[in-house]
């Protein structure tokens, strides 16, 4: 690499070294002390574990076997997989059927259909709650999957529209000349041609809305509540946080579950999170 250029970045690497330090103490110190008896804990810092971090015998899994059998955070580790996942996987699907509409159908009023969506975006959740949990009430959709479900998909609809259209308003036109002069309908051109194109965008939106779903706490406090046999991860752990005004080692080891599965899957898809987010950058 050239010197010059090399000093010319020096300071942006410094930054993100700075900035992944940052990032990376707190989550080490919430690993180690979830290991952690409750004597080691409140003798010495996590940090003195450092010297002697390859020394088995210090850890222990008895936090992490409290929490997921006597806490009950096993089940709603379940809970949070069964409405992340196909809560995900509707949103997606839904937000690119749409986004292949706007960009690449013609009909009548598609642009301020479109601006409409997007617009959405701007509504607070709060707003929506009212005027909802009456139909869900109606519809005793309450406390439900499918009722957890539909709600993460209508309020991630416009975000995740917005995001696909970013990437199919860019995808060339002579693609679906060619599709229609050799016979393929739009859904056809969709499911054979636009969604394999779209892997890594689909996989940016994934990503994006499965985190959101996962953490989200408002949504699923509101629509599921404190049912246990429903109730996510994050509703799970704000219980915890309540009821502990002691024996807060326990926190650290659910907060560490509710962490690894987010992490599992952004590191799995990180190769096609950022081909993602570029494509639809440059248009032309």
């Not at 810092?45 to 806490?71: C, H, I, K, M």
């Not at 416009?158 to 970013?166: G, I, N």
């Not at 109730?231 to 080692?249: K, S």
Request: glycine share 8%; hydrophobic share 55%.
């Amino acid at each position: 690499m050239n010197p010059t250029a090399l000093v010319r970045r020096m300071p942006l690497h410094v930054f993100l070294l700075v900035f992944a330090f940052i990032w990376v103490v707190p989550t080490l110190g919430l690993l180690i002390t979830s290991f952690r008896s409750p004597g080691d804990i409140v003798a010495s810092g996590w940090w003195t574990t450092l010297p002697r971090l390859f020394d088995v015998g210090q850890f222990s899994l008895d936090n992490y076997r409290a929490v997921l059998t006597q806490e009950g955070l096993g089940l709603a580790f379940r809970n949070s997989i069964f409405i992340s996942v196909p809560a995900t996987a509707l949103s997606v699907i839904v937000a690119s059927l749409a986004a292949y509409g706007f960009a690449c159908l013609g009909f009548v009023g598609r642009r301020p259909l479109f601006v409409l969506v997007v617009a959405l975006m701007v509504v607070p959740l709060q707003m929506t709650f009212i005027p909802v949990l009456p139909v869900y009430r109606w519809l005793r959709l309450g406390g439900t999957y499918p009722g957890i479900w539909l709600a993460h998909t209508a309020y991630g609809l416009p975000l995740t529209t917005f995001l696909m259209h970013s990437f199919m308003s860019g995808l060339p036109k002579d693609i679906f000349d060619s599709a229609s002069i050799d016979g393929a309908g739009p859904l056809t051109t969709f499911w054979r041609i636009v969604m394999p194109i779209s892997v890594p965008a689909v996989a940016s939106v994934f990503i994006f809305q499965f985190l959101w779903i996962w953490n989200d706490l408002l949504v699923a406090l509101v629509y599921v509540g404190a049912t246990p046999d429903v109730a996510p991860l994050t509703v799970a752990v704000a219980n915890l946080v309540t009821n502990r005004g002691q024996n807060w080692e326990l926190l650290t080891a659910a907060a560490f579950i509710t962490m690894a599965l987010p992490l599992v899957v952004f590191f799995s898809l990180q190769r096609y999170f950022v081909r993602g987010i570029l494509a639809g950058s440059v248009k032309g």
